[in-house]
């Protein structure tokens, strides 16, 4: 089996945005940028970089990476894009299928926010999510995990995280949520080995921002499946009856004997069903303080509190 193997994170793109940040001023939010990766392995390979592999489109907008690699009897196909502007379309996804497959690929969306006002500053960022599914089907162990997550500077705000293992012991599904994108996927029982991400709209608290204070904001999508078939004959086929060529919409799974799995968010290809725009949105709202004044005097109230519980909790004398 293959681990998830941490690897750096190329910049592939700088794209120039428009990102609706009401109630800030021009300046205050600083053009996101978008990063592809992607890396696989087949039949007990070394991981390797899958896009110069691939097919990668690109646009003043954003990129687009589709691949689809077999050796013998296993294969692994992706489909991740970020798009920013005026279709703001966002996904990642990772499949495999065969003998032995690992697959993994991921779309980051960065960028920052500068409180150039006088006031401290409330931040939300809001954002459509698309549907999508983690599983694993036939005689075999593997991993298949989607994960969204939201951080600001670095510290994690927000987090879906959906993970299918299977071992010859069986099947476990599990979860790792933090706040509003928890509610992305969820187990349907503890040995699912099929979930379904519901896709829709999300808005999630980045917390207040200081006068002058400028805050990184990271959301990236993260697909990974790896598996090895362990009995029967394998396939030369495609369990998943294939694509006919890209631009082409997913003919329905199909039975075989085989062992295959995909994580994804997003992807055109999901059963010619329509994917939504992201629509990445900012919203700062400024946030009333205590006046100086005010905060003196509760200051020395809580002295004095203080004080009397002191005097109180002193033991008496002689």
């Known amino acids: ?3 998830d193997i941490p690897v750096p994170r190329a910049r592939l793109l700088s794209l120039l945005v428009a990102v609706a ?12 940028t978008i990063t592809l990766l992607a890396q696989y392995a ?16 690109t646009s003043p907008t954003g990129a687009d990476f589709y691949m689809n690699k077999a050796d013998g009897a296993s294969s692994v196909f992706f489909h991740t894009y970020g798009f920013t502007g005026g279709s703001t379309y966002f996904g990642a996804r990772a499949s495999g299928e065969g003998a032995d497959f690992y697959a993994r690929t991921s779309s980051l969306y960065t960028g920052t926010y500068t409180n150039d006002t006088g006031s401290v500053m409330l931040l939300n960022f809001s954002f459509n999510v698309d549907g999508g599914e983690v599983a694993l089907w036939g005689e075999g162990v593997g991993t298949a995990n989607t994960r969204l997550q939201i951080r600001r500077n670095g510290v994690v705000v927000s987090q879906g995280d959906t993970l299918v293992t299977q071992t010859a ?3 476990t599904c599990s979860e790792n949520d933090i706040g509003a994108l928890g509610a992305w996927a969820s187990c349907g029982a503890a040995d699912a080995n099929y979930v379904y991400g519901a896709g829709g709209a999300y808005s999630v608290d980045m917390g207040l921002v200081g ?3 400028t805050i990184t904001i990271d959301y990236d999508i993260v697909s990974m499946v790896s598996g090895q078939y362990l009995s029967g004959a394998v396939s030369s086929g495609n369990c ?8 082409l919409v997913e003919v329905p799974y199909t039975q075989c004997v085989s062992y295959n799995g995909i994580a994804r968010s997003g992807d055109p290809f999901n059963g010619a069903q329509p994917f939504d725009t992201a629509d990445f949105a900012l919203t700062a709202t400024a946030v ?29 004398t002689d």
Do not use: Q
């Open 21 to 32: 940040c009401g109630g800030l001023s021009a300046t205050a939010a600083a053009d996101p």
């Open 42 to 57: 087949l039949n007990g390979a070394t991981p390797a970089d899958a896009l110069p592999e691939g097919s990668l489109f």
């Open 240 to 247: 998943y009856g294939g694509y006919g060529g890209y631009g």
């Open 169 to 171: 012991s069986g099947v």
């Open 288 to 316: 009333s303080l205590p006046e100086p004044g005010s905060l003196a005097l509760l200051g020395a109230a809580g002295g004095g509190w203080w004080l009397s519980r002191r005097r109180k909790a002193r033991p008496a």
């Open 211 to 213: 006068i002058g204070e």
């Open 1 to 3: 089996m293959y681990d």
